[in-house]
């Protein structure tokens, strides 16, 4: 039987290049401590489609855009023939060819607003510019992304599934075998590189790499790189380091609305149990500079969410709060209780940087 050379190594590069990043960015996904590690990922995804994109251009028979089947026709006969074994494609059938370009589209979607979502939300990477005219706004660039994201599943799911189907209907054409090797049993002209491409795949495939390792061995690369201010409260306002940090976490003052600071502050006698009293002018002085600092005046992410879900809520405690039960649902009652915690509101014990006003996924602590 002929054989055809179908997939050539660039393009059979890119499509595990594509499945290794894909699983990569998924399973990073599984810790918020992670969150870099995925905006490298993804960011790298985005190095490699445009490589695809330029190759679909530029690229080899088969390979090229030109040459898939994106004709509602085309597909319509390929489905009604879909059983007669002697209907075969060398490249991509029309339906496998209508999946590519909404895997390509979707993936490019995913990238660009998981860069808006990270920029906005995190105010970390490229488009961190846009997080202080959107923060009102992250929870809807985070749902797009998770959007898209998911959308590229069920087009994967496609994707395997048309592989599996055509490997039960044309059980000797190779297909399955041809993105390893890149070659079908079919009669046709195989596809071939110019040196032209090489030299391009070269620059496609090599910089996805580089670009991969670079993001990830440099730490603050502007892929990854916080915007978000530390904040040195000892030497801004030692009272209130001392006075409220003696006892627990010194909680910044952006992690409570105004109304709850002033009421926690009115009744210091009787705080959680504990008589937390200050002198009156301490205790003007400290309110002062809550108030000034309050949820309401802070553009980060935890301000925002915990803003939002004090919302007619007369509450003094984060912990109690359905935004803080909400993330640290997957916590166990044991690591609250362990020796090394102690308490829900021991928040320095698994956010290394809360004392410095803020709470990034990247310093959450592996508990
Ligand atoms: C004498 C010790 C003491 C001092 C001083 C103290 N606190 Fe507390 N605070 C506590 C205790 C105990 C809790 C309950 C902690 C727990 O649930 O584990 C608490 C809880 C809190 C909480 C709620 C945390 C949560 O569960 O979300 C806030 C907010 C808070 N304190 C703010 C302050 C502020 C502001 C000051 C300074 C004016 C202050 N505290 C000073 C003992 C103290
Ligand atoms: C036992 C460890 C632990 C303690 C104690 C703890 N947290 Fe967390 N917190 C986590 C983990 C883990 C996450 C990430 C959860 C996830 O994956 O969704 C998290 C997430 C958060 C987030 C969301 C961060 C983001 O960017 O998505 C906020 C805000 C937060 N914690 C605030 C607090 C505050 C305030 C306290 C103290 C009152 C506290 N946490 C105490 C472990 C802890």
Redesign the pocket.
């Known amino acids: 039987m002929k054989r055809v050379y179908v997939w050539t190594l660039p393009t059979r590069l890119f499509h595990w290049l594509f499945v290794v990043l894909i699983v990569a960015a998924w399973i990073s996904t599984e810790?918020?401590?992670w969150?870099n590690i995925h905006a490298v990922i993804g960011s790298t995804v985005g190095v490699l489609v445009m490589f695809r994109i330029v190759w679909g251009i530029i690229g080899p028979r088969y390979s090229r855009f030109g040459d898939f089947h994106l004709s509602f026709s085309a597909l319509k006969e390929y489905l009604l023939s879909l059983l007669n074994p002697s209907r075969r494609t060398i490249g991509h059938n029309p339906a496998a060819s209508f999946v590519m370009i909404a895997m390509l589209s979707t993936v490019v979607l995913a990238v660009f607003s998981g860069m808006l979502a990270y920029g906005i939300?995190?105010n970390r990477g490229l488009l961190a510019s846009l997080h202080t005219g959107f923060f009102q706004d992250m929870e809807m660039f985070e749902e797009i992304h998770e959007f898209f994201a998911n959308l590229l599943w069920v087009l994967i799911v496609a994707h395997v599934g048309g592989v599996l189907v055509d490997r039960l209907l044309h059980k000797n054409d190779r297909t399955l075998n041809s993105i390893i090797d890149g070659y079908k049993n079919m009669e046709g002209e195989s596809a071939a590189l110019s040196w032209f491409q090489k030299v391009v795949a070269i620059i496609g495939v090599g910089g996805t790499i580089a670009f991969l390792a670079y993001a990830l061995s440099t730490p603050n690369n502007p892929v990854v790189a916080g915007y978000n201010e530390k904040i040195d409260y000892a030497k801004i306002n030692p009272v209130f380091v001392n006075e409220c940090g003696s006892c627990h976490?010194l909680?910044p003052p952006t992690?409570l609305p105004k109304e709850s600071w002033a009421k926690l502050m009115g009744d210091l006698s009787n705080h959680f149990g504990d008589d937390a009293s200050l002198d009156p002018a301490d205790q003007q002085s400290i309110l002062a500079y809550l108030l000034a600092h309050s949820a309401e005046t802070s553009d980060q992410?935890?301000s925002v969410?915990?803003l939002k879900t004090f919302q007619n809520r007369d509450m003094i405690?984060?912990?109690q709060t359905p935004?803080?039960k909400k993330?640290?649902k997957?916590?166990s009652e044991e690591?609250?209780t362990s020796d090394h915690?102690k308490?829900?509101?021991?928040?320095?014990?698994?956010?290394s940087d809360?004392e410095q006003g803020t709470?990034?996924?990247s310093a959450?602590?592996a508990?």
């Open positions: 810790e918020d401590r969150l939300q995190e976490t909680y992690l992410e935890m969410k915990m405690a984060m912990t935004f803080w993330r640290h997957d916590i690591i609250f915690v308490s829900r509101a021991n928040c320095k014990a698994c956010h809360v709470i990034e996924d959450i602590k508990i």
